[in-house]
């Protein structure tokens, strides 16, 4: 995910976005695939741990997004892959990136941790079975879908899509990992008011 602004903002990162903010009250709006999205939950974390406000504009999915920055009617986005080539044109402008590491394609842009900003937030898929599965399924499937994902040819498929693939996880380390992205989503979905639309 990359947090990203248009140009016409005057600001180099996200501390400075921090501070325009401020010293704009009720300017700034950022914009969204839809009420409940992770975009919309990754911005009203970091304005909850910023302590600001920006006004919240949905949309029906992330393109519409990219058109509407580029014709400057929206300022900013959490960005899942698709403003890359915008940003290499320098037609929008990378700030940050929320995972806990740098993104290789950016890797001179600060995660928001190293901003100073305690906001981590990485899209995690996975593969889920109806209840009352026998054990030994789930472990053959966690254990072919853990070696498809290891795959080189997985991994080249994966860059293209901007995305990467964590070490392999078991099903209970999966079930805790997602038990705590609930908890950790849920207080910004209840303390911003979020609603799905």
């Known amino acids: 995910m ?3 602004v248009r140009p016409g903002i005057p600001v180099r990162n996200i501390n400075e976005l921090l ?8 300017k700034l709006t950022y914009g969204s695939a839809g009420s409940g999205s992770l975009q919309h939950i990754a911005i009203e974390m970091i304005l909850s741990a910023a302590k600001i406000n ?3 504009v949905p949309y029906k999915g992330s393109q519409m997004i990219m058109t509407e920055m580029l014709g400057e009617r929206v ?12 940003v290499k044109a320098g037609k929008l402008r990378l700030l940050a990136v929320p995972g806990s590491t740098r993104s290789p394609v950016f890797p001179e842009t600060p995660t928001l ?5 305690n906001v981590q937030v990485s899209f995690i898929s996975g593969v889920y079975a109806p209840a009352g599965t026998p054990a030994h399924i789930i472990t053959r499937l966690n254990r072919e879908i853990s070696r498809i994902m290891q ?10 899509m901007m995305a990467d693939t964590l070490p392999p996880m078991t099903p209970e380390a999966f079930a805790t990992n997602q038990q705590n992205a609930r908890n950790n989503f849920g207080s910004i979905v209840r303390n911003a008011g979020v609603k799905a639309n």
């Open 54 to 56: 920006i006004l919240h």
């Open 2 to 4: 990359f947090l990203v």
């Open 151 to 160: 795959a080189p040819e997985t991994k080249t498929q994966l860059d293209s």
């Open 75 to 86: 300022d900013l986005t959490m960005d899942f892959g698709a403003a890359v080539p915008q």
């Open 113 to 117: 941790l190293e901003s100073g900003i």
């Open 19 to 26: 501070a325009y903010a401020r010293a704009n009250p009720g």
